[in-house]
């Protein structure tokens, strides 16, 4: 599995706007939307939400990987979003959160779940991809330089 199976270009948000951690969700929800316009949004910020509650999906070194699964999605979906000052997500480091990568996978698709998961994190756990991604010029570049990093692992 690569990570161009299942994220779209138009689902990547160079500025995002908002300023605490339901805003972020809100917002990223809103990036899955683009790509897939039927879903919930609001199951999807719920699930997001549960997630969350359980313990920060904030893994530290400036990302997120807010996940979940729900009977609200018909397929893997995933968005990535950056926000160039920083939010507070509770990150298991205590540092600002910049780079957010989500993901919503089946429910019945546990297996996919946790490929998924793995690929991106080892992914963003590359320092030179970290700050590619923050030194980016646009969503577009950002897409591009993680498609050709996920292929080079």
Request: glycine share 8%.
């Given at each position: 599995m690569q990570i161009a199976d299942f994220l779209d270009r138009q689902a990547i948000e160079a500025d995002l706007g908002a300023s605490n951690k339901p805003g972020v969700l809100?917002?990223?929800?809103?990036?899955?939307?683009?790509?897939?316009?039927?879903l919930?949004?609001?199951?999807?910020?719920?699930?997001?939400?549960k997630r969350e509650k359980l313990q920060s999906t904030g893994i530290g070194d400036g990302f997120a990987i807010p996940h979940?699964?729900?009977?609200?999605?018909?397929?893997i979906v995933a968005c990535v979003?950056?926000?160039r000052s920083g939010v507070d997500f509770q990150s298991l480091d205590g540092q600002p959160t910049h780079l957010f990568f989500t993901l919503l996978v089946p429910t019945a698709q546990h297996g996919m779940h946790l490929k998924a998961l793995a690929r991106i994190s080892r992914l963003l756990k590359e320092p030179g991809v970290r700050e590619g991604l923050l030194e980016?010029?646009?969503?577009?570049?950002m897409f591009d330089l993680l498609i050709a990093e996920d292929a080079r692992l």
């Open positions: 809100r917002e990223l929800v809103g990036l899955l939307l683009r790509v897939s316009p039927e919930d949004p609001n199951l999807l910020v719920e699930t997001l939400m979940g699964k729900s009977d609200a999605v018909p397929q979003g950056r926000s980016a010029a646009d969503a577009d570049a």
